[in-house]
């Protein structure tokens, strides 16, 4: 579908449709995927899930949301046959299976239920079982296959389902008693429940020839004191199934978890996929490396396997260093680790190795990794020989989402640029003799957020670098820049500087409904994005030199980028300049508010950012986020000691509220001078809402002109469509105002239209997934 608009706007960013990443069929014939949209004049939110031909172009509905059914993890069991979980209007899950009708377009197969789960399911995982030999199942039909079937759905303390019913249950009295870390964890206060895998089996029926769950699930981590997936966002990324078994992560048991990021690498051997039988558990050590884990995954010969491991304990930035295992199912012996040696690379320094991989999986040979890595402004995919160590890059531009490997050795990926809402691909990685990855690219259909030359293009997109405050480390720091779809190199443009949060995050080549520089380019700025010391895909030296650093070399880094840009383009008009951030852009933002770069600014916009150290960070949930990049705990006391503080000691060292305080925006509450924006949602519990009533506090005391925006139900980013349109309104006729752009709305705050107009009593606020990578 395709966007129809001469300028792009907020409410086309909110109700163009957001397409998740396909799921193609072995061969990479059909193409499934779901899409969500949001109509701003009724309210309502649509799902569908369609079915996408890619010889013939044609696209079909297989199905539509209905009172509130969504889609979700689709597995091929054949060409033609697939699996996935529908979420049912109670709070329990269905599994279902389609069987699609020969022929390039949906002609209404056979598509329904095959057994249900009485829990809200997560993630699901499914492996074959037992090949027999059965007609259609050995050919272009479904096959007659059993197949082993993983999911990720919560226990309760007694090792059971956590059902709607037992979520619903109510206390008369609402208060709530911890003991321990977490008490809340991003939007939520932690309950009994926790995250568990749970397998089962699939068998056809003799005579219906169709998939059925057969009797139920079985809890795989049953008394181990193990919980996967790690939350709050941890999903299928966090284990891995084939017929031997799973292999996942979890956090180490015994460690506070809100100092810890040390996570282990588990296997979970199955002798029987059926009820009854308690699987053995395994752990993979690996020596040295105490920090995060991820993306486990088994390679095709289901006798080995690889993943993702952090080094460091309670830094969630640092290199992702790839193992892969072998012997892993073997019972005379341990399976046997190897990491993969950056000292064999062909690349030049400071390309591949360098970079922190976010996500691996095995090619279809075995032979290879397809290892996704930001790069310089870019999501790139790469392709890791296990034997040589060679890699070699497969996509230039952009920013991969998903990325899946075809049976005939080709890749099939999923991404979206800054001006591409959405974009899928198959890439021949069976070309190695390709000059570039241009050659490789033998299909792909794109999903714009613009019609034409009519609105968003890529020639509005460019890059500057501009000198770095720690030459030593990288001597440019690199920006994106985005001009107005009308831009005229004779006018002059105000400039909306934009931060991102993290703060080892970055700006890349992505689609973003939350934070995009298009929005801001098309009300007239030339938006400048800068990624400055802290930054992720720039060598992990460059994201390391953060630490004890906050507001020291990304300041200046900004400076000189401000003052470049003022230098070296004169279209646009650093006299008319705003800047603008979330989470550390937001701290920033009231860093600069108290030095000299702040009186440059004619308003600032912060979004959940930080204001006071030992208030804001001490009130997170996740501590060792602070303990790590601020240099350690703010208490040291060497006659005070316990195992919590031996363990904060080790892992991050000690330091003093005094050396804190270096780079607090609270110490120079008495410079804040320019207008700002503070917004601040009731739900984020990483920053808490009292960080914002800090700044708006302040600087109505010291008679600022600002404004305070809260959202009682979002947390650290906003996500319902008809809060973010409000939060657009408001932050477009801020900074519109001050660098006399007219107001993107004319709207009253004080009259209804201004928020939505009025809602039924029932009627509940639409929640759409974030698409893009979080920049906050």
């Known amino acids: 579908m395709v966007i129809k608009t001469t300028k792009f706007t907020p409410e086309q960013l909110l109700s163009a449709p957001r397409r ?39 696209e079909s509905t297989v199905a539509r949301n209905e009172e509130g059914r969504v889609y979700s993890s689709f597995s091929w069991t054949g060409e033609w046959e697939f699996v996935c979980l529908r979420s049912e209007e109670d709070g329990t899950t269905g599994l279902w299976v389609c069987v699609l009708k020969a022929g390039p377009r949906w002609g209404g197969g056979e598509f329904g239920p095959a057994g249900r789960i009485e829990a809200a399911v997560g993630e699901m995982k499914i492996c074959r079982l037992l090949a027999r030999n059965a007609g259609p199942g050995s050919g272009s039909g479904p096959g007659s296959d059993e197949f082993g079937v993983v999911v990720s759905a919560p226990a309760g303390p007694d090792g059971e389902l956590w059902t709607p019913a037992k979520a619903k249950r109510k206390m008369h009295s609402t208060g709530r008693l911890y003991e321990g870390l977490f008490v809340r964890h991003w939007d939520h206060w932690v309950g009994k429940e926790r995250n568990s895998l749970w397998f089962g089996k699939m068998v056809r029926g003799r005579e219906s020839g169709k998939l059925e769950l057969a009797g139920g699930l079985s809890n ?57 039988t308690q699987p053995r558990i395994e752990e993979i050590p690996i020596p040295d490396f105490h920090g995060a884990a991820s993306s486990p995954v088994w390679n095709p010969d289901g006798n080995g396997g690889a993943f993702l491991m952090m080094r ?110 959405s974009w899928f691909k198959i890439v021949d990685t069976r070309l190695k003799s390709a000059s570039s990855p241009m050659e490789m690219e033998v299909w792909s259909d794109f999903h714009l957020a613009s019609q034409g030359g009519k609105g968003l293009n890529a020639s509005q997109v460019s890059t500057i670098w501009t000198p770095a405050s720690n030459p030593k480390i990288n001597e440019k720091v690199h920006s994106l ?30 689609w973003s409904t939350r934070w995009n520089p298009a929005v801001f380019a098309e009300q007239g700025y030339i938006v400048v994005a800068p990624n400055p010391t802290g930054s992720t895909g720039y060598g992990q030296d460059f ?133 700002e924006l503070v917004i601040h949602s009731e739900l984020d519990y990483r920053l808490t809402v009292s960080e914002g009533l800090t700044a708006f506090n302040v600087l109505q005391a010291r008679g600022v002109e600002s404004q305070f925006l809260t959202f009682p139900d979002e947390n650290h980013w906003v996500l319902k469509p008809e809060n973010s349109l409000v939060w657009h309104k408001v932050v477009l006729n801020w900074i519109n105002k001050y660098v006399g752009l007219p107001p993107y709305t004319k709207e009253d705050p004080n009259d209804e239209e201004f928020w939505g107009g009025r809602r039924d009593k029932n009627e509940v606020l639409a929640t759409l997934p974030a698409a893009g990578k979080p920049e906050t």
């Open 20 to 58: 998740s990443a396909a799921v193609p069929n072995p061969t990479g014939t059909k193409l499934l995927f779901t899409e969500t949209s949001y109509d701003l004049a009724t309210h309502k939110k649509d799902i569908s899930l369609y079915l996408h031909d890619v010889v013939t172009g044609e």
């Open 220 to 276: 795989a981590l049953l008394g181990s004191g193990l919980e996967s997936p790690i939350p709050p966002f941890g999903g299928g990324d966090h284990f891995d199934v084939n017929a031997g078994g799973v292999m996942f992560v979890a956090k180490a048991p015994g460690l506070n978890p809100a100092l810890n990021t040390k996570c282990n690498v588990y296997l979970l051997h199955l002798d029987s996929w059926t009820q009854g």
């Open 312 to 421: 460091a304990p309670g830094y969630e930035a640092d290199h992702n260093a790839v193992f892969v295992v072998r012997d892993m199912n073997a019972s005379s012996r341990k399976p046997s680790v190897q990491r993969l040696d950056s000292s064999t690379t062909t690349l030049s320094k400071e390309t591949f190795w360098s970079r922190s991989p976010g996500a691996i999986v095995w090619s279809a040979d075995g032979k290879s990794l397809l290892a996704m890595a930001e790069d310089e402004g870019f999501g790139k995919l790469f392709e890791i020989e296990i034997e040589t160590q060679r890699t070699r890059v497969l996509t230039e531009t952009g920013y991969v989402a998903d990325m899946r490997p075809l049976a005939d050795g080709r890749t099939f990926v999923s991404g979206s640029s800054l001006v591409e809402n």
């Open 481 to 510: 820049v985005m001009k107005p779809s009308t831009f005229k190199p004779d006018r002059k443009y105000p400039v909306a500087y934009l931060i991102h949060g993290g703060p080892q995050g970055s700006w890349a080549d992505s």
């Open 543 to 675: 994201t390391d030199a953060i630490r004890g650093n906050w507001g020291g070399d990304p300041y200046q880094d900004i400076v000189n980028c401000f003052e470049w840009v003022g230098k070296n383009m004169p279209e646009a008009d650093n006299e008319r300049a705003v800047a603008l951030g979330a989470s550390y852009g937001g701290y920033m933002m009231n860093w600069i508010q108290g030095h000299d770069l702040g009186r440059k600014f004619k308003a600032l916009v912060c979004h959940d950012g930080i204001t006071t150290f030992a208030g804001g960070l001490l009130a997170t949930e996740e501590l060792y986020f602070p303990f790590h990049d601020l240099g350690g705990t703010p208490w040291y006391d060497p006659e005070f000691s316990t195992a919590a503080t031996k363990q904060t000691t080790r892992n991050f060292g000690s330091s003093t509220l005094s050396d804190w305080k270096k780079w607090d925006p609270s110490e120079h509450f008495d410079q804040w001078s320019t207008p």
